[in-house]
């Protein structure tokens, strides 16, 4: 029998050990440096998106901004176009002026009610009976 043929295997590439050779403790320290590794990709992805969301958000409120600022300009020509006509029509501008501020004031009435009543929607109240926390 002749043993030499398999002590005579070349050692691993680079000297580095097998996965064999490394045991429980090698195994375990190669887990915990790729579960860091995916830490920290995902932490990296986590801010790179949230910086993307920053950004999409600011955009979109300068936007909101500026369309309504165009629409505040539309309104005004409008309003001053119907004032303009009635005043041709011979209406007195106070009396065109009192009209449209009574018409801003129950436009104006009718959205905040609306809006009060959307504020019941942001008491979590589903939530906080889950919880418990019901006050």
């Not at 029998?1 to 590439?13: F, G, I, K």
């Not at 992805?45 to 949230?50: G, K, N, P, S, Y």
């Not at 005004?76 to 041709?88: H, P």
């Amino acid at each position: 029998m002749n043993t030499s043929a398999t002590d005579s295997r070349p050692p691993p590439a680079g000297g580095a050990a097998s996965p064999d050779d490394s045991g429980p403790a090698g195994l375990l320290t190669e887990w915990i440096a790729a579960y860091g590794q995916r830490f920290s990709s995902a932490a990296q992805l986590v801010m790179a998106e949230t910086r993307l969301a920053i950004t999409s958000f600011v955009l979109m409120v300068f936007g909101v901004v500026v369309a309504a600022g165009f629409l505040m300009f539309a309104w005004a020509l409008v309003l001053y176009a119907g004032m303009r006509a009635s005043a041709l029509a011979g209406m007195p501008l106070v009396a065109i002026a009192v009209i449209l501020a009574l018409l801003h004031l129950g436009a104006a009435a009718l959205v905040f009610r609306a809006v009060s009543r959307l504020g019941s929607r942001l008491e979590f109240e589903a939530t906080r009976e889950m919880l418990g926390t019901d006050p």
